[in-house]
């Protein structure tokens, strides 16, 4: 009997320590905010674009911690469904098309001698990366243009164009090899004399 | 000379070494060829920018592009001649892609421009002579081209043990740096002492290879006559023991640690060819112009090292040394193990590029195909950086960046010494390549992102603070209106909002008051009913959302607020009465004034209007132009609605000739005057709507003209918006008369 009520009594005094160190822990390590909306947050391409349905990156982050579907951000493409699938722990999906399709990285261009300099574009544009004022001419930053297509719409002149980031010497990036290829798993490394001599 | 230590490094392969073809004949110097092709970027960093324009005359030697940054290079005209063009050309670089060149037509005399030496090199401060060298346009000329001035700076963040020349070349079929060696000794060692003056090192020493016996024999004389004390170090043939880092191993034992330059640990290597530029640009005072470049491969019948100049277009190099097309297979530029395929010979000879290989089919075999890898581990025995080559191909196979970024796959310098060993044929580096540049992107993309999300929170608060702004102004507005209302209340204790009160209030106060009092009855009315209409829609919604207890108690409210306006506008009735004839009396000039003053806003307005009818007139005489341009279809529309706004502006100019004949009279009665301003705010309504239609065709007009392919439903819109515009210009007309009517009667 003594030992059984000995287990308990350790056992309650353990569990009171731990419980204390838990509750101490709990009030000093506590983080402000919820960090995953901040993690999904960060794999989001930011482009602010909407196409998700929210206004901005940030809300869609909240949306998925919330719950909502993965697949709905088209210029982050499948890329950032993967990483967004390892993140949550779940499911890669393919990327939704009602949200749009993936398209190249591309930027805004104003065609400047047709502006009319009405500003509804700088209003628009999530990342002020239109520069202008009234009745003066405006024009992208190109270097800030999130490709986002949120000036093209308001145009009242239909001077803007979303313009493909071409490859250049400077950003160009080598193919990934084709891999095994089907017809190589049927000869042997010794066999690669007289295939290549064919 | 002494005897040095040669320490070793992890891997390498022995190649077959392919060097002598090239070394037959003595060194070439090919003709002018038509054009020189002179590409911006030919360096590492940011392209040059260009100084000429087209059409220049530019002698031998001139600058034609300076250096755009710190991290970039200036460029020179390797002979006199006419610039014809500054265009897009291909390039040599692995994408066949194109880039912007400067195409410069020789005129075959070889003028040179005045040259600047700089004969007291030694008696000048280093930086002096570090910007004579970029200005020269010396780059390292070893491969990468990376900017000699930013090297020999970024030397001397520490103090340098070692100054290595790098004479090693290591990858097979090239002879260039040997020829060099052979060919300019003299100005190489020079060359060197000039480098080594500028930074200053404990130990200079010179890496070469063993299978260059004459070049080390032309060099031991040379440094021996100079009384150099430059050391010659001999190392074992192997592949890589040219790169940078396989070198510095070599010669001194240290390893490079990773992600860090030589400099960190207070070494500095130099290629030979850098070193010559370097001589020639201070004794000489020559910018970096011509280089030299080794053709071969089997399928060129004189395979030779050549003193070529820049810009040298590959196709005028293979044909000096006699091309069978027919045997070639592949063009290489740079050697067998780190170049790459070129898909035109029209590329330009750059400052980087030290050997071209014309292949034929049995020296170039087309790489078998890959197979599965068999984990033999040959390839981490070849790997001269001591990687894990097998774990960076599955890393590069799924795509794992991070993993692949961990196993310090920036350290591979893409030797391909793991791809010459592998029994499966599969090609590593391509696979590196491919991930390499796939963690650039992903950073790249990662620095855009997070520059995209600070813009947008920085305008996000921006918008926040503006619209707290307003917010706060418009709180200040109704705070400050609400102050005015319980000062007003103070001075005037009779005017309360009750009706009971204003009744007490009309009651007991003086004569001068009753005016107020009337006022305020007014303004209570006008509070009232719009309290009434609030309360008449919660009680819509109300209804409409079914909540049964807020019905009940909304219909009461509503009730008793009805009760009270009508109380109020008795009371209201009853306080007019008790004093009509004040009203009038008191302010008979105002009165005259105020009527006078409609008077001139009419004369002022008509005015406006004709002036705007004018515009418009002319608006659609340019609509009709265009039209009759394009030969559209909505000519006769447009020109009937000319006549119409040429009518209306007519018909404007007549009024305002004969203006207002109403001058207001002496006296008026209230209840004409209330008429009347009723009458003006219809006629006003009616303007609006008559100036919003016009605003329509205006627009509609715009976009017949722009876009003639919808013209049948524009023009239909036009004709509805011009059936409404004349109806409300008739509507207008009435109004106006009437107006003029209860003037004249008034």
Redo the contacts between chains.
């Keep these: 009997m003594f030992t059984v009520l000995l287990a308990i009594g350790i056992l309650v005094v353990l569990s009171l320590i731990f419980g204390g160190i838990l509750g101490y822990a709990k009030v000093r390590f506590h983080v402000e905010g919820d960090p995953i909306v901040d993690q999904i ?1 960060a794999l ?5 674009c909407g196409q998700c349905g929210h206004p ?2 940030r809300p869609y982050a909240e949306a998925i911690s919330n719950g909502e579907a993965i697949n709905h951000c088209p210029p982050g493409g499948q890329a950032t469904i993967q990483a967004l699938a390892d993140l949550l722990d779940v499911e890669a999906i393919p990327l939704d098309g009602d949200h749009g399709t993936e398209t190249a990285q591309r930027v805004a261009v104003i065609r400047e001698d047709e502006c009319i300099g009405c500003t509804k574009c700088i209003q628009a544009c ?4 239109i520069l202008g004022a009234a009745k003066q001419m405006h024009t992208v930053i190109a270097d ?1 243009c ?1 490709g986002c297509d949120l000036c093209v719409e308001p145009c009242p002149v239909d001077c803007i164009d979303m313009v493909d980031v071409g ?15 089907a ?3 049927n ?1 042997i ?1 010794t066999d ?1 004399s007289t ?3 064919q | 000379m002494q005897t040095a230590q040669v320490f070793s490094f992890h891997g390498g392969i022995h190649p077959e070494e392919n060097k002598t073809q090239s070394l037959q004949l003595p060194l070439g110097k090919p003709s002018l060829p038509k054009e020189l092709i002179l590409p911006l ?1 030919q360096h590492i960093g940011q392209a040059s920018v260009p100084l000429v324009a087209i059409g220049d005359q530019v002698l031998k030697g001139a600058p034609i592009a300076a250096n755009n940054g710190l991290l970039s290079s200036h460029l020179h005209a390797p002979t006199s001649g006419t610039i014809t063009a500054i265009e897009s050309r291909p ?1 040599a ?3 066949g ?3 912007l060149c400067i195409v410069l037509q020789p005129d075959g005399k070889e003028t040179w421009t005045e040259l600047k030496p700089l004969p007291n090199w030694q008696q000048l401060d280093a930086t002096e002579v570090i910007s004579h060298l970029a200005d020269m346009g010396i780059v390292g000329m070893g491969g990468a081209g990376f900017p000699t001035q930013v090297k020999l700076q970024g030397a001397h963040k520490k103090p340098l043990s070692h100054f290595i020349i790098n004479a090693a070349e290591c990858e097979p079929y090239i002879t260039s740096d040997d020829t060099l060696i052979r060919e300019k000794t003299r100005e190489l060692v020079l060359g060197i002492e000039l480098f080594q003056h500028l930074v200053q090192a404990e130990q200079v020493t010179i890496g070469i290879e063993d299978n260059k016996p004459t070049a080390i024999a032309a060099l031991n004389k040379t440094l021996t006559e100079c009384n150099s004390k430059i050391q010659l170090v001999v190392v074992p043939t192997k592949y890589p023991s040219g790169g940078e880092r396989q070198l510095i191993q070599l010669l001194t034992g240290q390893e490079v640690p990773s992600g860090q330059y030589p400099a960190d640990i207070g070494i500095l290597c130099q290629n030979v060819g850098t070193c010559v530029a370097g001589y020639e640009a201070v004794y000489l005072g020559k910018p970096l112009i011509s280089r030299i470049t080794t053709l071969t491969g089997k399928a060129l019948n004189a395979p030779q090292n050549v003193d070529v100049l820049l810009g040298t277009p590959v196709a005028h190099l293979l044909a000096y040394a006699d091309l069978q097309e027919k045997q070639l297979n592949r063009l290489i530029i740079g050697g067998p193990m780190m170049g790459y395929t070129l898909d035109s010979a029209a590329v330009p000879i750059v400052k980087t590029t030290n050997c071209i290989l014309a292949a034929n089919k049995k020296e170039l ?2 790489p ?5 890898c068999i984990r033999c581990g040959m390839c981490e025995q070849a790997c001269p950086a001591s990687l894990l080559p097998q774990q960076l191909l599955w890393f590069s ?1 799924s795509q794992e960046l991070e993993k692949a970024e961990h196993y310090n796959l920036f350290d591979c310098i893409e030797c391909g010494a793991c791809s010459y060993v592998c ?5 590593l580096v ?2 590196y ?2 991930t390499k ?2 963690i ?2 992903a950073r790249e ?1 990662a620095v ?6 600070q ?2 929170e ?3 608060a921006r918008q926040d603070a503006e619209a707290a702004e307003k917010e706060a102004k418009r709180l200040a507005r109704q705070q400050a209106s609400a102050s005015k209302a319980v000062q007003t209340k103070k001075t005037a204790p009779a005017t309360k909002t009750t009706e009971k009160s204003a009744l007490n209030a009309s009651n007991s106060e003086a004569a001068p008051q009753i005016n107020d009092t009337t006022k305020k009855l007014k303004v209570d009315v006008a509070i009232g009913k719009s309290k009434l209409k609030k309360l008449q829609k919660q009680l819509v919604e109300a209804q409409e959302d079914e909540r049964l207890e807020d019905i009940s108690a909304l219909q009461l409210h509503v009730s008793e607020q009805e009760k009270a306006l009508v109380e109020l506008e008795t009371e209201l009735a009853k306080a007019v009465k008790a004093n009509p004839t004040k009203k009038p009396s008191d302010t008979p000039d105002n009165s005259v004034e105020k009527a006078k003053a409609p008077a001139n806003d009419a004369l002022k307005k008509a005015k406006i209007d004709a002036a705007i009818a004018k515009a418009a007139v002319k608006k659609v005489e340019k609509a009709l132009k265009k039209a009759e341009e394009l030969q559209a279809p909505e000519v006769d529309a447009i020109r009937q609605q000319l006549a119409d706004a040429k009518k209306r502006a007519d018909e404007l100019e007549k009024v305002l000739d004969n203006p207002s004949p109403s001058t207001p009279p002496t006296e008026q009665k209230p209840a004409v005057s209330a008429a009347q301003l009723d009458l003006a705010s219809q006629v006003k309504k009616e303007k609006i709507a008559v100036a919003l239609a016009k605003a329509k065709i205006n627009k509609l007009n715009k976009r017949l003209a722009s876009s003639p392919e919808d013209a049948e439903t524009v023009s239909k819109d036009i004709e509805a918006a011009q059936q409404q515009l004349v109806q409300a210009e008739s509507l207008l007309a009435t109004l106006i008369e009437s107006q003029h009517n209860s003037q004249e009667t008034s």
Excluded: M
């Design positions: 947050d989001l391409p930011q482009t602010q901005g990156c999530p990342v002020d990366a800030e999130t490859i250049t010497a400077k950003n160009w990036s080598w193919d990934k090899p084709q891999g095994v290829a017809q190589s798993l000869i490394a690669r295939e290549v001599s | 970027s390039i670089h692995p994408s892609l194109s880039d075999p087309a078998a195909p890959e197979q599965a196979k029994p499966s044929s599969i090609p391509q696979y390549r491919h540049s796939s650039r992107d993309a855009k992102s997070d520059l995209a999300k813009r947008f920085a305008r996000k």
